[in-house]
């Protein structure tokens, strides 16, 4: 089915569905799930014909085990790697993610991040391998497991938010101090990216806390 053929006949679907969901509105959340996956699907086929466009030397075939949702982090790194103008051997890159979906690891790479990696990988002229990135998401995951023992108690969470507020005193307002440490840290004012990420799953951890106590209250 040529592209203007398949035009026509998604528009007549979607007249379709139009008519099915105005006499039948309760079916719209039923089927809220199934839209949801084909947005995604779609976005993530616009990814993939981006990274595409970026390697266009790679076999076309190569790209259909990057046809899912599994593959989103990956092909998100990917395009960030070639739009920074990284070094990189994609099929070696195409080896290394069909190898962690194998191993069931492929959910590591949800941990990168470009903060961690642009400071510890500064030369652009070497090429950047698989083991460059698993570095980062491993390192960053060994953080965030750590952030997350700092949360066991509900003590230890108002202790842990005010000393990285900067000290705060048990009498100091912790909502305010979080306004005004925003305004000189998030990463848009020049702050440090995981710096803010680790102050923040710390607020909003101790706000849910908050919530919680406030509710039973």
Same mark, same amino acid.
């Given at each position: 089915?040529?592209?203007?053929?398949? $035009? %026509?006949? *998604?528009?007549?679907?979607?007249?379709?569905?139009?008519?099915?969901?105005?006499?039948?509105?309760?079916?719209?959340?039923?089927?809220?799930?199934?839209?949801?996956?084909?947005?995604?699907?779609?976005? %993530?086929?616009?990814?993939?014909?981006? *990274?595409?466009?970026?390697?266009?030397?790679?076999? $076309?075939?190569?790209?259909?085990?990057?046809?899912?949702?599994?593959?989103?982090?990956?092909? =998100?790194?990917?395009?960030?790697?070639?739009?920074?103008?990284?070094?990189?051997?994609?099929?070696?890159?195409?080896?290394?993610?069909?190898?962690?979906?194998?191993?069931?690891?492929?959910?590591?790479?949800?941990?990168?991040?470009?903060?961690?990696?642009?400071?510890?990988?500064?030369?652009?002229?070497?090429?950047?391998?698989?083991?460059?990135?698993?570095?980062?998401?491993?390192?960053?995951?060994?953080?965030?497991?750590?952030?997350?023992?700092?949360?066991?108690?509900?003590?230890?969470?108002?202790?842990?938010?005010?000393?990285?507020?900067?000290?705060?005193?048990?009498?100091?307002?912790?909502?305010?101090?979080?306004?005004?440490?925003?305004?000189? %840290?998030?990463?848009?004012?020049?702050?440090?990216?995981? %710096?803010?990420?680790?102050?923040?799953?710390?607020?909003?951890?101790?706000?849910?806390?908050?919530?919680?106590?406030? =509710?039973?209250?």
């Amino acid at each position: 089915m040529d592209r203007a053929s398949a $035009s %026509n006949r *998604l528009d007549d679907l979607l007249w379709e569905c139009r008519g099915i969901f105005k006499e039948h509105p309760e079916l719209l959340t039923k089927y809220k799930a199934e839209w949801k996956k084909i947005e995604l699907a779609v976005a %993530n086929t616009k990814r993939v014909n981006q *990274l595409r466009a970026l390697w266009p030397d790679v076999p $076309s075939q190569a790209f259909l085990d990057l046809d899912s949702n599994q593959s989103v982090p990956f092909v =998100t790194m990917m395009i960030g790697l070639a739009k920074r103008h990284y070094r990189v051997q994609p099929l070696s890159m195409f080896l290394f993610w069909r190898r962690m979906c194998a191993t069931g690891q492929d959910n590591i790479l949800t941990y990168f991040s470009w903060g961690r990696f642009e400071t510890t990988f500064t030369d652009k002229t070497e090429t950047v391998l698989a083991k460059d990135l698993l570095r980062v998401c491993s390192d960053n995951q060994s953080f965030l497991d750590n952030v997350g023992k700092c949360l066991a108690d509900n003590q230890s969470v108002d202790y842990k938010i005010r000393e990285l507020l900067g000290g705060l005193s048990m009498q100091s307002d912790i909502r305010a101090a979080w306004k005004k440490w925003v305004m000189t %840290n998030h990463p848009d004012k020049g702050g440090d990216p995981e %710096n803010f990420l680790k102050v923040k799953l710390v607020y909003d951890e101790w706000c849910e806390i908050n919530s919680q106590q406030s =509710t039973k209250g």
